[in-house]
């Protein structure tokens, strides 16, 4: 049987584009919950700007609350910077792992995170050293990967040579993300193709967005073109603040449930997973749009 790591992060892309607050301690007992649900690397927090990103204020309060406790052992939680400033926040309170992310277009990063593209990698050399010196580990996300909202078609030599400097400046991971939902799964063959040509054996992690239904196809190309993780989240929720139209990541839910009926090993426990797409209705006021927990699994329990 073959097995895929599985990225949950709910508790970050999933939580960051909605308007009512989720309280911290919402936000913690999410985390917790897919840590008894198998998960095992869960981007936990965002380290950005408040005043851009209300809903992810409270990363450092996250944080301290997790750090506090003595049974999360084999759990490696990771902080989303874009930026040095929120890189050294993140260190600062405690990550194990910081996710560095720019995008592919000139537009979206101005967007996203107010620097020229050329400015945010200049910045991911300088916490890159940083992070190591800290003992830590650093991956870097490129979003609008696939199709930008601003500029249209991504032009795939513009993420290959994105990927390549990231993997020169010390990057243990690369992220391909879709980040609005335009890809396919040809298209995910071929960039996964044109990146690892220039980055040989390091690992690639690949982020979905199911907005135009093509989520899941495009996991199972990455799947097949030997992607070493996904990103999801539960009850496939999720979005981004500064892309027009945005809705949620591929559910982890439907995504175990899919991989499960492939004889993909993820490690996750469907009933515990489909228990917490209810919770994030009942005690979060969200509406997931994951199916599972609709129709159940399959042959039913």
């Not at 991956?139 to 990927?163: K, M």
């Not at 097949?224 to 139209?245: E, H, K, Q, V």
Request: proline content about 4%; some cysteine.
């Amino acid at each position: 049987m073959s097995s895929m790591e599985i990225v949950e992060v709910s508790p970050r892309d999933g939580l960051q584009n909605e308007k009512t607050f989720v309280s911290t301690e919402n936000k913690v007992a999410l985390i917790l919950r897919a840590i008894e649900a198998g998960a095992r690397r869960i981007e936990a927090a965002s380290f950005v700007s408040p005043r851009a990103v209300p809903q992810m204020a409270d990363g450092a309060e996250v944080m301290a609350r997790l750090r506090a406790r003595n049974d999360l052992a084999g759990v490696t939680l990771i902080g989303l910077a874009l930026n040095q400033r929120g890189a050294e926040r993140a260190l600062q309170a405690g990550v194990d792992e910081v996710n560095f992310a720019v995008c592919a277009t000139e537009t979206f990063n101005k967007r996203n995170q107010n620097a020229a593209v050329s400015e945010t990698m200049a910045a991911f050399s300088a916490v890159a050293d940083l992070t190591k010196r800290a003992g830590k580990r650093i991956s870097l996300t490129i979003a609008v990967a696939f199709g930008c909202p601003f500029e249209g078609e991504v032009d795939p030599a513009r993420v290959v040579a994105l990927a390549e400097r990231g993997a020169a400046d010390g990057a243990f991971e690369l992220a391909l993300a879709d980040t609005i939902g335009v890809a396919d799964p040809l298209a995910v063959e071929r960039l996964m193709a044109g990146v690892r040509d220039r980055i040989g054996g390091l690992p690639l992690r690949l982020h979905f967005h199911n907005t135009r239904n093509t989520g899941y196809a495009n996991a199972i190309a990455a799947l097949r073109a030997g992607a070493a993780t996904l990103d999801s989240s539960i009850g496939g929720i999720g979005g981004c603040p500064f892309a027009p139209n945005a809705t949620g990541n591929i559910a982890t839910d439907d995504l175990v449930y899919m991989l499960g009926r492939m004889g993909v090993e993820t490690g996750y426990d469907l009933a515990k997973l489909i228990e917490t797409a209810s919770w994030l209705n009942t005690a979060c006021g969200l509406n997931p749009p994951s199916l599972l927990p609709k129709a159940g699994g399959f042959p039913s329990a």
